[in-house]
């Protein structure tokens, strides 16, 4: 089983960003698709999720209106678009997956992940 997000970069702030998520190893059409972010000194959390066929999407209010998430089940990979970054979006991304239908809270909750991937960081400068 591999995940891997890659895509973060040091950018100014307004600026946008694109992340990816590669997976392998795994039934991943079957999986949710989770977003989380860890910023230096504060908890991992919640970002984005899609659901296995991409019909549905969360964002916490955080990425409201900024953020939107998308998958390519045919090439196994997520993407979590950024736009409009401002600084306290600074953090490391994380991408993951559970399988099934879960709830919102148990998809915002890291410790119910099935599947990590290595983090990419995300360093926006004011």
């Known amino acids: 089983v591999q995940l891997q997000a890659s895509g973060g970069g040091l950018v100014q702030a307004g600026a946008s960003l694109r992340l990816s998520c590669a997976a392998s190893g795994f039934v991943f059409s079957n999986s949710y698709i989770n977003w989380f972010r860890q910023a230096p000194g504060k908890e991992r959390e919640f970002v984005a999720a899609i659901s296995s066929e991409g019909g549905i999407t969360y964002l916490a209010d955080s990425a409201k209106g900024r953020f939107s998430v998308s998958r390519d089940n045919a090439k196994k990979t997520g993407s979590l678009q950024m736009h409009t970054l401002k600084s306290e979006d600074t953090a490391v991304y994380y991408c993951?997956?559970?399988?099934?239908?879960?709830?919102?809270?148990?998809?915002?909750?890291?410790?119910?992940?099935?599947?990590w991937g290595k983090g990419t960081l995300v360093t926006v400068s004011s």
């Open positions: 993951a997956t559970i399988q099934g239908r879960p709830k919102l809270a148990t998809l915002q909750d890291p410790r119910n992940m099935d599947y």
